[in-house]
Nanobody, 124 residues
Framework: QVTLGESGGGLVQAGGSLRLSCTAS????????MGWFRQPPGKEREFVAA????????YYADSVKGRFTISRDNPKSTVYLQMLSLKPEDTAVYYC?????????????????WGQGTQVTVSS
């Protein structure tokens, strides 16, 4: 069992930045590939970024590539999402998730554990 807790969301103006954090507890953090997803208001949940267990391999949705950076600190059991040049369309509830899949994946069905989410609102 893994418990995930996100923090760092908030209200920011377009062009601003935020860093989300997600801290895990319960099992060895480095056993999991980690991902960030988001759910905009009235829309389906969508993939944002993922990072592998070690020798970090990362993958991004096209909509955030070049603006968002995912990273992890295994000794601190924490994964981060640095978000730059935020746009109003980035407004969403952001979730971190943990996957035991062999490779990093964009499919939310392959993420077993989820955080409660943190709201990010970008004003124009």
């Amino acid at each position: 069992q893994v418990t995930l807790g996100e923090s760092g969301g908030g209200l920011v103006q377009a062009g601003g930045s935020l860093r989300l954090s997600c801290t895990a507890s319960g099992q060895t953090f480095s056993d999991f590939n980690m991902g960030w997803f988001r759910q905009p208001p009235g829309k389906e949940r969508e993939f944002v970024a993922a990072i592998s267990r070690s020798r970090p391999i990362t993958y991004y949705a096209d909509s955030v590539k070049g603006r968002f950076t995912i990273s992890r600190d295994n000794p601190k059991s924490t994964v981060y999402l640095q978000m730059l040049s935020l746009k109003p369309e980035d407004t969403a509830v952001y979730y971190c998730a943990a996957s035991t899949a062999i490779i990093i994946t964009t499919s939310d069905r392959l993420y077993r554990y989820w955080g409660q989410g943190t709201q990010v609102t970008v004003s124009s």
